[in-house]
Nanobody, 125 residues
């Protein structure tokens, strides 16, 4: 499975950005797609995750982004998106999309076996 994230950039506080992740390869239909982020000097942290199977409606968010970020996926197009609204300077980080081939809830980076190169999001105050 190959993942390619895009859509990062520089935005002022309160602004919005939309990240996209294109998936290719054998993703199957039962896995989970997620977004993580890593700020300078910090560990990689969970942002959001969504079941890859359109029949399963599970979505999880980190408390820090609930109500501001929205994850979605287009299974037919093998794409994952993250709409980020109300951005704050503390959202500044490199954002990574990730995939795990097994279902279930997980906010742990180590549970995801496939990672894309990150895309930088910078929020100015």
């Amino acid at each position: 499975v190959q993942l390619q994230a895009s859509g990062g950039g520089l935005v002022q506080a309160g602004g919005s950005l939309r990240l996209s992740c294109a998936a290719s390869g054998r993703t199957g239909s039962n896995g989970v797609m997620g977004w993580f982020r890593q700020a300078p000097g910090a560990e990689r942290e969970f942002v959001a995750a969504i079941s890859w199977n359109w029949n399963v409606g599970r979505i999880d968010y980190a408390d820090s982004v609930k109500g501001r970020f929205f994850i979605s996926r287009d299974y037919a197009k093998s794409t994952l998106s993250l709409q980020m609204n109300g951005l704050k300077p503390e959202d500044t980080a490199v954002y990574y999309c990730a995939f795990r081939s097994t279902p279930g809830r997980s906010t742990t980076a180590g549970d995801y076996g496939y990672w894309g190169h990150g895309t930088l999001v910078t929020v100015s105050s």
